[in-house]
């Protein structure tokens, strides 16, 4: 046990300044660009998805929040909060680059989480404008739970990033740790069999560690694809079910729990599927 807490403590710190560097600069461009960025998906209209898709891969503090906001008020479609929530990379980027992953492989499942996202957002939207054709959708008040709850940019973006890197430093540890003792005790290879070897049952277990309202989802995925216990595949398929924060907003800003839980499980079936493909089709990066 001594020696899983040394290996993890030396993997986890080692990550820091990594860490607090992009964080610090992804704070200073989403605090410049924020209100651009909102103007820009709102007024976004039929050519939503496209734009959601674009900005979510951008790893901005509460995106996926704001765009949640955003359908809450029917500023938006649900074709682009579905966009954005699968292109959403949230930790998994900083992650790369701490673990310096090259940038081709980066670009790379980026542009597939974009894709994705952009398609399946195109054909919910015409799905939808095809049964409501000629009705009129009320818009409400939007509230903007992103910079009541969940922004820290009253304390300045260095301190923000030093909460960001704290708070993601701590996952790291955590999750690090239970990945290093289940390696131990269940043994590399048995874990890799199950994930690796099971094209269909390895994306369903991500997609539902997707799940996790917060960033620890895709911080237990990431760190599972690095520590090449599953593949890109079935690291795609929980990558592009996680939405951050996104997923517990909607439940409290949308009226409509039943609503909330088709949304939810058309995120998840897109997530899953998508990896499916893409582990039946061999995809390898």
């Known amino acids: 046990m001594l020696e899983i807490l040394e290996h ?3 993997d986890s710190v080692k990550l820091i300044p990594f860490l607090f560097l992009t964080y610090l600069l992804m704070e200073f461009i989403e605090h410049k660009t924020k209100e651009k960025t909102k103007e820009t998906i709102k007024k976004s209209g039929k050519f939503g998805p496209l734009i959601g898709a674009i900005l979510g891969i951008i790893p901005q503090c509460g995106f996926s929040v704001s765009a949640t906001n955003f359908y809450s008020a029917r500023v938006i ?6 966009a954005v929530y699968l292109s959403t990379s949230d930790e998994m980027l ?6 310096g992953v090259s940038v081709d492989i980066i670009l790379k499942i980026l542009a597939i989480k974009l894709i994705i996202g952009m398609i399946a957002g195109f054909l919910i939207d015409l799905v939808i404008n095809l049964k409501n054709k000629g009705k009129n959708v009320e818009k409400d008040k939007i509230v903007d739970l992103c910079e009541k709850e969940h922004c820290h940019c009253e304390h300045g973006i260095f301190k923000s990033a030093l909460k960001h ?9 955590l999750i690090t740790f239970v990945i290093n003792i289940a390696i131990h005790i269940i043994g590399e290879d048995n874990i890799a069999r199950v994930m690796l070897d099971r094209p269909i049952l390895g994306p369903i277990i991500s997609g539902i560690i997707g799940l996790i309202p917060n960033c620890a989802s895709s911080v237990i995925i990431t760190q599972m694809y690095l520590e090449n216990i599953i593949s890109v595949g079935t690291m795609i ?3 592009l079910v996680g939405a951050g924060v996104g997923l517990a907003v909607l439940f409290r800003t949308n009226k409509g729990i039943k609503e909330n839980i ?5 995120l998840y079936s897109i997530g899953v599927i998508s990896g499916i493909i893409l582990e039946l089709i061999g995809l390898n990066i």
């Open 8 to 10: 993890t403590i030396e």
């Open 77 to 82: 479609t649900l074709g682009t909060l579905i």
């Open 94 to 99: 900083p992650i790369f680059l701490s673990e």
């Open 165 to 173: 890197t704290a708070n993601i430093f701590i996952f790291i540890f």
């Open 237 to 239: 398929s929980g990558l």
């Open 262 to 266: 088709r949304i939810t499980v058309l």
